[in-house]
T-cell receptor, first 115, second 113 residues
Framework: GAGVSQSPSNKVTEKGKDVELRCDPI?????LYWYRQSLGQGLEFLIY????????KSGLPSDRFSAERTGGSVSTLTIQRTQQEDSAVYLC?????????????FGQGTRLTVV | KQEVTQIPAALSVPEGENLVLNCSFT??????LQWFRQDPGKGLTSLLL?????REQTSGRLNASLDKSSGRSTLYIAASQPGDSATYLC????????????FGPGTRLSVLP
């Protein structure tokens, strides 16, 4: 596709259930990022993948959060045993180097509501 | 640790005015700086990207400048329109390409018809 695609666009889940959020980056982009935006708050970094390097997981808030990127393309963010404070918009972005320029492009996000 | 701030937090102007949004960052060792727009309930749309070696970038009515040594960037919007109403975010990428973006909290802009 032409842009970063995220699915689902909306997800309502019960407290304690596991959820998976998917991100399809722009084809050929080597870097992929996950951010979280709580209501009225700024963007909080979660995790960053760059090529075949070990991901930077320093932003994951707890061990209930994990992410993987298969084949250097699609990424899945998994939240286990969801809590109400996990409710937020989860944003994915990708970027690549083109003649030294690294511009990031974001998807439309997944709005997660934990009830 | 890189920190990014944006002033003002919110701004309301009548249609047609020129306006300036400010972004400051604490560590001048950046790779680039990017301005985004976010509409309510939506993702982020890239507006302008300034590499660390550049002073400014222009796109239509938008002009972004970068003064790396003082840790500042400004986004200038000429002849504002109601459709410009959104939250504007700046983000810096630290000097090592392999690091994530650090975002400011954003400026919420309202352009009144």
């Amino acid at each position: 596709g032409a842009g970063v695609s995220q699915s689902p666009s909306n997800k309502v889940t019960e407290k304690g259930k596991d959820v998976e959020l998917r991100c399809d980056p722009i084809s050929g982009h080597t870097a992929l990022y996950w951010y979280r935006q709580s209501l009225g708050q700024g963007l909080e970094f979660l995790i960053y993948f760059q090529g075949n390097s070990a991901p930077d997981k320093s932003g994951l808030p707890s061990d209930r959060f994990s992410a993987e990127r298969t084949g250097g393309s699609v990424s899945t963010l998994t939240i286990q045993r969801t809590q109400q404070e996990d409710s937020a918009v989860y944003l994915c972005a990708s970027s690549s180097i083109d003649r030294g320029v690294t511009e990031a492009f974001f998807g439309q996000g997944t709005r997660l509501t934990v009830v | 640790k890189q920190e990014v701030t944006q002033i003002p937090a919110a701004l309301s102007v009548p249609e047609g005015e020129n306006l300036v949004l400010n972004c400051s960052f604490t560590d001048s060792a950046i790779y680039n700086l990017q301005w985004f727009r976010q509409d309510p309930g939506k993702g982020l749309t890239s507006l302008l990207l300034i590499q660390s070696s550049q002073r400014e970038q222009t796109s239509g009515r938008l002009n972004a400048s970068l003064d790396k040594s003082s840790g500042r960037s400004t986004l200038y919007i000429a002849a504002s329109q109601p459709g410009d109403s959104a939250t504007y975010l700046c983000a810096v990428r630290p000097g090592n390409y392999g690091q994530n973006f650090v975002f400011g909290p954003g400026t919420r802009l309202s352009v009144l018809p």
